[in-house]
């Protein structure tokens, strides 16, 4: 629905928490917020095209202070994570991070968290959009549970793009080369270790590294941007373009909680064969059984530039819907609407012909592989 | 802080979700939005200040969709709204609503809203900016209590204002004189039932309609519009000036999980003698017995108009921090700075002299009785 006469502005108070980043990306000039885990995000710099191209060609700094960690600590911590998380937390070693889906005992997805088991009785879970901190801390009441659980003073901060490895090397050394994917090393800023991860929420490579003390973060952040001069880096933000071509897809968006795992596109983390206890597993191996009618595919729209889609638009295959689309934004480089949606299992193979209703009206698309084509640049 | 160079848009997808009621906000030109509970609420329209006069000469309707409500059906819900609130509910009759404070085991908030039995069996806690509704199946989950917890499709509809009866009983007829402040009753719109309770977050009187079917939803919007014209109606929200002057709290922003309802203005709704097994209570009897060291205050800040409130700002009184400022705005018609904070219990007493520390630089200030002079009108 396109019926917005201007860009409202976003009103920024105590309750949409700012970060201790903020100062910085409100001076070179942030376009646009949104609110994710009851804290600013930015979505924009220079528009959404500007920014991707440069993701994709430089670096950028991104303030991802909004990925909250629950933190869960004691001697039942690895008892309610693993009951969290329909994923087999067992061989979790300590330094590893595993995307857990967490889920109602009715196998719905609650949030896509990357686990984060930060030592023998302590988890971390980088949770998106929802208080997954009080759905823990409710189980552990109920149950008794000798956990604590909390949301430590943790500010990621990611810096992606082609580029990044340059521009972390400079900053905390040699080591850092080493780091693996979705792995995290302690390094040292100053004499201050904090943890860093080779990951990111971009197909573009990079790394995340969670600021745990607000003043040594700036600190931080001021280096990072003064190593990455001479590559041109950039405040930035998770790009809509760069990663709808990833298939990296949004809680809350793209996936939701009338979504399992299963159709979420998640079947991958699921421990459908492991003897674990964990909420919601039982449904998702009953629906398993079954077998899901639906899926997440990629899908091209025809025409030009489609309207910012804020609801599901209605995908239609034979005269009657088939599935939706979800999020959808105009690709400069691959001068076609791309999107992600929902359609039926009957409809997901590449190159099916369908259309889309979008509030400009119904467009010819046709689902696309993902990661689109040349989504990744390394 | 005010480091904004311009005003950021917000970013607006699936997640932040539109309620049945942007289309015709939006038209009429919302200037600006934050996100509650995962959905739009609209902060301004036509400026805060003309906004707020508005508000106290004429009527608004308010799209408080984000008001989400928490159902709990079933054997177990009486016993299990008993314990997400501190609040006796044992006599809280059908159709009433009472403030319930939401705490954790320790004391603390997690949210006030309002509860209302609907059933006997039935519960909808009206919840401020947290997800209650996971905290809730949470519980219920771990102690294998025996009720449906879910989010209904509600959207809140607010009529505001002093001429607000009129255009209710204009919609509802005249049965909606009869209905009394904090209760609601059943009124039809067409053939259609709805609950409809004298209600609001202002101070201007007025009514919350739980619209329970978004088509009907418009219909009554453009109904209350159509039958609002003759006194001036237009959108509106909750109004910064004027819910400050009333003394109404955000959670999030004047109290938070840091306060008990104690610290938070809340202890006439704390069952502290209740034979009642509420989560929490226990801790809050403890801290009642020594006492709190700080009191939520109404402040006015001398001097030319505060920039906006981002963080709290620290509150100054024998050259030592007693307190912060939470809430901050010009009041037009005061001529004064309007704020909330808190401050150490010693410096509660209307008139005390303390000095407030905002972006732009120190000014004087004083305690001023809450509500502030002449916040409400009727």
Redesign the interface.
């Known amino acids: 629905?396109g019926?917005?006469?201007?860009?409202?502005?976003?009103?920024?108070?105590?309750?949409?928490r700012?970060t201790p980043f903020?100062?910085r990306i409100?001076?070179f000039?942030?376009?646009?917020?949104?609110?994710y885990n009851?804290m600013l995000l930015?979505?924009?710099f220079r528009g959404v095209e500007e920014d991707y191209f440069h993701l994709r060609e430089s670096v950028q700094i991104w303030d991802v202070s909004c990925q909250r960690q629950v933190e869960i600590v004691g001697p039942d911590a690895a008892r309610l994570a693993q009951m969290l998380t329909v994923r087999d937390l067992r061989k979790l070693g300590i330094g590893r991070c595993a995307l857990a889906p967490v889920c109602?005992?009715d196998g719905f997805l609650?949030n896509d968290p990357v686990a984060i088991r930060v030592a023998e009785d302590r988890f971390w879970f980088s949770i998106s959009?929802?208080?997954?901190l009080?759905?823990?801390?409710?189980?552990?009441?109920?149950?008794k549970l000798d956990v604590k659980i909390f949301e430590p003073n943790i500010w990621p901060l990611a810096v992606q793009g082609p580029r990044a490895e340059d521009v972390i090397v400079e900053v905390f050394g040699e080591a850092a080369r080493a780091t693996k994917f979705f792995r995290f090393d302690t390094l040292t800023f100053g004499n201050h270790p904090l943890l860093v991860a080779r990951s990111g929420w971009s197909a573009q490579g990079g790394f995340e590294i969670y600021v745990d003390d607000a003043e040594i973060g700036v600190q931080l952040y001021d280096a990072l941007d003064a190593a990455g001069q001479k590559y041109g880096i950039r405040p930035g933000c998770p790009n809509l373009i760069e990663r709808i071509e990833a298939g990296l897809m949004?809680?809350?968006?793209d996936i939701t909680r009338n979504d399992t795992p299963l159709e979420g596109g998640m079947a991958q983390y699921v421990g459908l064969d492991a003897d674990i206890d964990a909420?919601g597993l039982n449904a998702i191996r009953a629906r398993a059984k079954k077998g899901i009618d639906r899926a997440i595919v990629g899908i091209t729209i025809d025409g030009d530039k489609v309207p910012?889609?804020?609801?599901?638009w209605p995908v239609i295959a034979h005269g009657k819907q088939i599935g939706s689309v979800?999020?959808a934004v105009w690709s400069p480089r691959l001068e076609t609407n791309v999107s992600l949606g929902q359609v039926a299992i009957d409809f997901t193979t590449v190159g099916t012909q369908m259309s889309v209703e979008t509030p400009d009206g119904v467009r010819s698309a046709q689902v696309s592989p993902v990661p689109f084509p040349g989504a990744s640049t390394h």
């Open positions: 629905m019926w917005a006469m201007s860009i409202p502005a976003l009103a920024i108070t105590r309750r949409t700012s903020s100062s409100e001076k000039g942030v376009e646009a917020y949104t609110i009851h930015p979505t924009r109602d005992e609650l959009d929802l208080d997954i009080l759905w823990a801390q409710g189980i552990a009441l109920g149950m949004t809680y809350g968006t909420i910012a889609n804020r609801e599901p979800t999020s």
